[in-house]
């Protein structure tokens, strides 16, 4: 059994950074795809960023391209997000997910690859 439990999230101006991280527990990290959603209210989950096994692919959401990055550390079990120069229509409820059946340069991108998923943490922007 996969656990992921996300932290870093919180309120944060325009403008403003945040590193969101998720941990991962059981199994075995290396051979996770991992991916981060977010769902804001009242709207459907977007992919925001995706990253394959050992670094080589990621894949970002149109609206968070040059501004947020996708990195994971294997030997921690832990994927991050950085997010920069924030905007108050990022605020959602972000969520990390792990496909543990990825290939090695696979990049999911729908939510339905993914098998298991973190409780979300909220990130808020006020303008």
């Known amino acids: 059994q996969v656990q992921l439990v996300e932290s870093g999230g919180g309120v944060v101006q325009a403008g403003a950074s945040l590193k969101l991280a998720c941990a991962a527990s059981?199994?075995?990290?290396?051979?996770?795809?991992m991916a981060w959603f977010r769902r804001a209210p009242g709207k459907e989950q977007h992919l925001v960023a995706a990253?394959?096994?050992?670094?080589?692919?990621?894949i970002y959401g149109e609206s968070v391209k040059g501004r947020f990055t996708v990195s994971r550390d294997n030997a921690k079990k832990t994927v991050y997000l950085q997010m920069d120069n924030l905007k108050p229509e990022d605020t959602a409820v972000y969520y990390c997910?792990?496909?543990?059946?990825?290939?090695?340069?696979?990049?999911?991108?729908?939510?339905?690859?993914?098998?298991?998923w973190g409780q979300g943490t909220q990130v808020t922007v006020s303008s």
């Open positions: 059981g199994g075995t990290f290396s051979r996770f795809a």
């Open positions: 990253i394959n096994r050992n670094s080589v692919n990621t």
């Open positions: 997910a792990a496909d543990v059946n990825a290939i090695l340069y696979d990049v999911p991108t729908t939510a339905n690859r993914y098998d298991y």
